[in-house]
């Protein structure tokens, strides 16, 4: 099956630095989506981006995606002590005519220091 | 908040019993998914409903079975539980079955002792 798979597993940065993520899947997709997850809480949808699409923005967070490479980055700019959470890249794919839940990486836990 | 609720918020129970987990999609989305997530799994897609349909399947054990019901809330049942099932059970829901954005809720964490 498909897996997304984070880089670094762990990261910890000084606040208002920026923080690089990368994530690696094995085959084909239709969609890669960043998910942020404060501990033991629930999943906050970041940004999509489709295999179509190379870069994409959000305020202070820039994904792009490589699909000759299967890899996508996410990029928070000026981190904030509340960036603190993991984050998780997933992955969705439709086989034949039906479609699958999403994919997840084991995730990224990022620390920001004050 | 994402618009997903879920009951109860902690569940603690004996191997060997069943539970069920509730779920209420985000106003209008008619797909539902369940999720596991477990520190030696991370996070596992377990079942897909759509309309009231079962849309697609993951790594959902046979102990394990959910419905969607016609008001669009799912219920996910866990049946002869193992140590191994404690975990959190995360739903989230979507507009259509494909290539959306999905809204996770806050998890029911499931303790079996």
């Known amino acids: 099956s498909q897996q997304g798979e984070e880089d670094p597993q762990a990261l910890s940065i000084q606040e208002g630095e920026n923080a690089t993520m990368n994530c690696s899947y094995k085959?084909?997709?239709?969609?890669l989506q960043w998910y942020r997850q404060n501990s033991g809480r629930g999943l906050v949808h970041l940004i999509l981006?489709?295999?179509?699409?190379r870069e994409k923005h959000s305020g202070r967070l820039r994904v792009t995606l490589d699909t000759s490479k299967k890899s996508s980055s996410l990029l928070i700019t000026a981190s904030r002590a509340a960036d603190t959470a993991s984050y998780f890249c997933a992955t969705d794919y439709y086989s034949g005519g039906g479609a699958d839940g999403l994919t997840f990486g084991k995730g990224t836990h990022l620390i920001i220091q004050p | 908040d994402s618009g997903v609720t879920q009951t109860p918020k902690h569940l603690i129970t004996a191997t060997g019993q069943r539970v069920t987990l509730r779920c209420s999609p985000r106003?209008?989305?008619?797909?539902v998914y369940w999720y596991q997530q477990s520190l030696d799994q991370g996070l596992q897609f377990l079942i897909q409903y759509y309309n009231g349909e079962e849309r697609a399947k993951g790594n959902i054990l046979e102990r394990f079975s959910a419905q969607q019901f016609p008001d669009l809330h799912s219920e996910l049942n866990l049946s002869s539980l193992e140590l191994g099932d404690s975990a959190l059970y995360f739903c989230?829901?979507?507009?259509?079955?494909?290539?959306?954005?999905?809204?996770f809720g806050p998890g029911t964490r499931l303790t079996v002792l």
């Open positions: 981006i489709r295999s179509n699409e």
């Open positions: 989230a829901s979507s507009p259509r079955p494909l290539g959306n954005t999905q809204y």
């Open positions: 085959t084909s997709i239709n969609n």
């Open positions: 106003s209008g989305d008619l797909s």
